[in-house]
């Protein structure tokens, strides 16, 4: 069975510049969840969707962070503009159901803010 | 405030070494503790989820424990390749149960 899928794998952009992650949860997995990892933390839930609709979105800076999850399946992070502070790793993970507590993890994506 | 507290930060261990790693929790009604294993460069691998003070699971040399206040995650004689960092996270039973990890613990086991 595939993996949750992420891209890119590593991304380094100038600040003030978009950029965006692409995330592919596992087949049949309709809850979907963005971290953010700082170097030597663990990770910290920005967003969680359910299917389609967004229901945590409580610490995603949305001055210039947003999400999307349309048909319920692939999710795009975006950051916009993107600031030094924003520099870390950013991992996408999934669960099977609302009440399932085992999420699995994809890679993440590694963001280098210049 | 629900919080999640790794000791040590770091583990340094000789293969067959056996050692323990604590997490300290404090949450309001908790749904489950989990504990996760990262490898540098890949996301975290879920390793066991506990429920209820008392509760053990084991798998091949690891086996994680449970009180109301703590958790451990024990190994026994380790290899090499149990390096790695290790993440305890915690989930409430109301609200919309978001993971609280803590910081990790850097286990290397040297051969």
């Known amino acids: 069975e595939a993996g949750v899928v992420q891209s890119p794998r590593y991304k380094i952009i100038e600040k003030k510049q978009p950029v965006a992650f692409w995330c592919n949860p596992i087949?049949?997995?309709?809850?979907l969840y963005w971290y953010r990892q700082n170097l030597g933390q663990g990770p910290e839930l920005l967003i969680r969707y359910e299917n389609e609709e967004a229901v945590d979105d409580s610490q995603l800076p949305k001055d210039r962070f947003s999400a999307e999850r349309l048909k319920g399946v692939d999710s795009t992070l975006k950051i916009q503009p993107a600031e030094l502070g924003d520099s870390a790793v950013y991992l996408c993970a999934s669960s099977f159901g609302r009440g399932s507590y085992e999420q699995y993890f994809g890679p993440g994506t590694r963001l280098t803010v210049t | 405030e629900d919080q999640v507290t790794q000791s040590p930060e770091a583990l340094r261990l000789q293969e067959g070494e056996s050692s323990s790693l604590n997490c300290s929790y404090t949450v309001s009604g908790l749904r489950g503790l989990f504990w996760y294993r990262q490898d540098p460069g890949k996301g975290p691998e879920f390793l066991f989820t506990?429920?209820?003070a008392g509760e053990e699971k084991e798998k091949e040399r690891l086996k994680a424990t449970i009180t109301k206040k703590e958790s451990f995650l024990h190994i026994t004689a380790p290899k090499p390749e149990d390096s790695a960092t290790y993440l305890c996270?915690?989930?409430?039973?109301?609200?919309?149960?978001?993971?609280?990890f803590g910081t990790g613990t850097r286990l290397l086991v040297s051969p």
């Open positions: 087949s049949g997995h309709n809850t």
């Open positions: 506990l429920y209820s």
């Open positions: 996270a915690v989930q409430k039973n109301t609200g919309f149960q978001k993971l609280v």
